[in-house]
C-alpha cells in the first residue's frame, strides 16, 4: 500500500526544499521555500527515530557530497542516494553507506538514453539490482510525459510510459518519479502521472512534486491503487510547511503496515 517516503534535498551543503522548475545553473533564478539551519544528519536521526526507512537523499548539484555522508552515516544501508552518481562511484556510495544509488543523467549521454551505461553501472554494483534505484524525473509535454535530466532542465528521448518502465525493470529494483513541473509548489499532485504509474510499474516506485496536504496521500492511494508511494517535502512542518505534520505522516505508514 502507498507509504509516506521522506527525503533530504541538499544544495550547497544545506538542506533545502526548491521549487523544481527554477533549478539550474544560475543561483539568481533559484526559488527556495525553505533553508534549513539543521543539518542533514539531524533530518536522517529524526526519520530514523520514527522508523522512516527508504528515504532519498538527493544532491543537487556540487558541495553536497560531505552533507550526504553525514546522512548516510547516521543510518548506514538504509538511504537511497541521487546526484551525480554514475559507474565509476555508484560503488563507493554503498560502502559509504548508501542502501541504494539512485542514477538518472549519466544514463543520458548527449541527452540520449543508453543501456551500455545502465548495464555499466549495475555491473560495478555486481550485477545487484537491489542496490539501483532509476530516476526518470520527467516534465509533461502535452499528455506524454520526458524524462528529464541536468537539473531537470534538459529533456531527453526517453518517454515515460509502459513500454519504457517494462523495458527498465529488469535493471533496477525501483523507480523515482519527481514531477518536475509540479515540485516544490504545493499546488497539487500530477494526477494523471499518478494514475498511470499505479497501472505500468510492476516493482515500487515513489512520485515526488507538488504535495500540499494530507489528503494527497490518500489521493495517490486511491489513483495508484496503493502501489505509488509518495514524497512529501515542502508541505512539510519540519521544512517550514503549515500544512502537513510529520507525525501524521509517521501515523499514515504505520496504518499500512510499515
Known amino acids: 500500500m502507498t507509504r509516506f517516503r521522506p527525503c533530504i534535498d541538499l544544495h550547497a551543503g544545506q538542506v533545502k526544499q526548491i521549487v523544481g522548475s527554477t533549478l539550474g545553473d544560475s543561483t539568481s533564478d533559484l526559488q527556495t521555500n525553505h533553508v534549513s539551519d539543521l543539518s542533514a544528519r539531524h533530518f536522517a536521526q529524526l526519520y530514523k527515530d520514527h522508523g522512516l526507512p527508504g528515504g532519498h537523499v538527493v544532491m543537487l548539484g556540487l558541495g553536497n557530497e560531505e552533507a ?10 538504509i538511504f537511497h542516494i541521487g546526484g551525480g552518481i554514475n559507474e565509476d562511484n555508484a560503488a563507493q556510495w554503498i560502502k559509504w553507506g548508501a542502501g541504494k544509488v539512485i542514477v538518472t543523467s549519466y544514463l543520458f549521454p548527449n541527452a540520449r538514453f543508453s543501456m551500455d551505461r545502465l548495464k555499466a553501472v549495475l555491473a560495478a554494483l555486481d550485477g ?91 489521493r495517490v492511494r486511491s489513483l495508484s491503487q496503493g502501489r505509488v508511494d509518495l514524497t512529501i517535502g515542502s508541505a512539510l512542518d519540519i521544512f517550514g510547511g503549515v500544512s502537513l505534520k510529520l507525525e501524521d505522516c509517521v501515523k499514515w505508514n504505520k496504518e499500512q503496515g510499515y
Open 68 to 77: 550526504a555522508r553525514e546522512a548516510l552515516e547516521e543510518w548506514p544501508g
Open 128 to 218: 545487484d539490482k537491489n542496490k539501483l534505484v532509476l530516476d526518470l524525473s520527467c516534465r509533461r509535454q502535452g499528455e506524454r510525459w520526458i524524462v528529464a535530466m541536468n537539473k531537470w532542465e534538459t529533456l531527453t528521448d526517453m518517454e515515460v510510459n509502459d513500454a519504457c518502465l517494462e523495458l527498465l525493470e529488469p535493471y533496477c529494483s525501483e523507480f523515482l518519479v519527481h514531477a518536475a513541473d509540479h515540485e516544490g509548489l504545493r499546488a497539487g499532485i500530477d494526477e494523471d502521472l499518478v494514475e498511470s504509474l499505479g497501472r505500468w510499474c510492476t516493482i515500487p516506485v515513489t512520485y515526488a512534486g507538488g504535495c500540499r496536504s494530507f489528503d494527497d496521500l490518500e
